[in-house]
DNA sequence: AAAACTTGAATGATCATTCAATTTTTTGAT
DNA sequence: ATCAAAAAATTGAATGATCATTCAAGTTTT
């Protein structure tokens, strides 16, 4: 019936107990030993199902871009207008279930990893590759052509920008007031 | 005459042989010997000069910000209007001495152990504050008051995202661009 | 009975940091 | 200027701590 049963639940786990961990110590600085602690586990453990634990950070990102790409796909089921569709990127960027203080610090940790290795740089390409392609087929309907590539690089570094500086305060995010604030930026620039 | 002549020659020789080693592996990844080498020294007396790995960031960083408050005051000098003053702001954030890769690869590596270093995120927050302080008195005078606050947010994570990506794309950086685009950026968001 | 899972302990590599010994530079008195 | 003493600078090598990873020996599940 579920022959992957184990190997799914303890992949779950550790991606989970790796959030909460590169969320409190930074990934350079916790340990395998500790993460397992957090799902209750052994460091071998950890071992076992990932290989390596830039492996293990690799798992950790699929899944949140995975939860990115299905909140986004989530929205866009119900946006009818080019306009909905856009706001659909973004409010998917903003969902309750992705911008939290946890997430936000494993995305920054992430950012810091990426470029020296070939495969989280794949990773974080392709991401951005995917919104980037989803903003553009928006945009295209609503802002003139030449300045379609201008407002897709600065919606996303906005978005970025905001995912970095709530990693930095520390404290709790807002993504209902995110989501409004990022609303008001792309009025502005859209009209 | 110069007291501290050895000292400051070998502080700048050090900061900039971090920024380049930051830039090539990652602080993380770099060590004090790889360090001192592109710097023709030895990893003891990086240990003399600046006594931790930790510290040595931290004075990189103090160097950067330091060089992002000068380029900031230089282009208030001539700047007459709070729009000048405004754009003074953004540009010096563009400026060609700082917009560079391998400035933006270091942003990228003190953003993400800001969050689990007292002194590191002490810096962080003080900058921030300056910019953050800077943008608000000038766009007081152009917004309206109820939005002043948000503008001022929008436009220091655009700003972010902006170095963020540069860091991740690797390649060269366009200063010039930078700065133009974020001018037009200005334009919507201030209207 | 086989396959999958688990982990304590061993391994081995990596490095920041320290230290002792040496060289270089500065100081200040003549 | 000269020189000796002090201060500053330099570094090879030792230290010690940390950890990811491996492995062998078990347990649990299929």
Chains 1, 2 share one sequence.
């Not at 992957?4 to 959030?19: G, P």
């Not at 350079?28 to 460091?43: F, L």
């Not at 309750?96 to 610090?105: I, K, N, R, W, Y």
Request: charged share 25%; proline share 2%; net charge positive.
């Amino acid at each position: 019936m579920q022959r992957r049963r184990i190997r799914d639940i303890r992949h779950d786990e550790f991606v989970a107990a790796t959030i909460r961990g590169v969320h409190e110590r930074g990934f350079g600085q916790v340990t395998m030993a500790e993460i397992a602690q957090q799902a209750g586990s052994s460091a071998a453990s950890i071992a076992y199902y990932f290989g390596s634990k830039e492996k293990l950070l690799e798992a950790t990102m699929r899944h949140l871009l995975g939860m990115l790409k299905a909140a986004m796909l989530a929205r866009y089921a119900t946006a009818n207008t080019a306009q909905d569709r856009l706001r659909a990127v973004i409010d998917a960027n903003f969902d309750d279930q992705l911008f939290t203080p946890e997430q936000c610090s494993v995305w920054v940790q992430f950012w810091s990893h990426a470029p020296y290795s070939k495969r989280l740089s794949r990773l974080h390409r392709i991401n951005r590759a995917r919104v980037e392609s989803h903003l553009h087929a928006e945009l295209r309907q609503i802002v003139p052509e030449d300045s379609v590539g201008a407002v897709t690089a600065t919606v996303q570094a906005y978005m970025d920008g905001v995912w970095l500086e709530a990693a930095q305060s520390g404290g709790a995010c807002d993504p209902a007031d995110a989501r409004r604030q990022a609303r008001i930026v792309l009025e502005r620039l859209v009209v």
